[in-house]
């Protein structure tokens, strides 16, 4: 059985013959029941301490826990994350590549196009210089004809001094008579 305070200072020894000095006993176990009340109210305020302190150790482990779920949680969400703007990125470059390709596709086409359009230009150019050059030499042999007395002008014009003065017309230009010469 555990002793109180009050039960170290109630107690009562009983008498003997040749005992202890009742004083000094009772002196003795009151300095024992004061130590020994101090040291229970101290043993109190240490049981309630430590029972505070347990039920903080408690919430705190119960805040760690919820503190390393979130912290997973955060990893996880971090990771997907990291993983989702890779795919986008990926995705992004594919759809800038894919373009890039329409774009050099569409220049290439459009060169081709153009190198096309030099060609026929060219050959039009070249006919064109053919069809001028031609007229030119055309006209130019045309200029040329003109500008040469032919033997019917030559015969005409001195058909035409004969009528005006039948006298000096040179033999050369006259016609040869109807049947014979």
Excluded: C
């Excluded at 040749?18 to 176990?29: A, Q, S, Y």
């Amino acid at each position: 059985m555990r002793l109180t305070p009050l039960d170290v200072r109630t107690h009562s020894f009983r008498n003997a013959w040749r005992g202890f000095d009742r004083t000094e006993v009772k002196v003795f176990l009151q300095l024992v029941a004061d130590d020994y009340e101090s040291l229970a109210l101290e043993a109190e305020g240490l049981r309630r301490r430590v029972g505070e302190l347990e039920e903080r150790v408690a919430e705190l482990t119960r805040e760690e826990g919820s503190l390393r779920k979130a912290l997973v949680s955060a990893q996880e969400v971090s990771e997907d994350l990291k993983r989702t703007a890779v795919r986008e990125a990926e995705m992004v470059v594919a759809q800038a590549e894919v373009r890039a390709e329409k774009i050099l596709d569409q220049a290439r086409r459009r060169a081709s196009r153009i190198a096309s359009d030099i060609r026929e230009m060219k050959l039009i150019r070249s006919q064109i210089a053919s069809v001028v050059r031609n007229s030119i030499e055309t006209h130019l042999a045309l200029l040329d004809s003109l500008a040469e007395e032919t033997p019917e002008e030559r015969l005409l014009e001195a058909k035409a001094s004969y009528v005006a003065d039948p006298v000096e017309v040179p033999l050369e230009y006259r016609e040869p008579a109807p049947g014979g010469s």
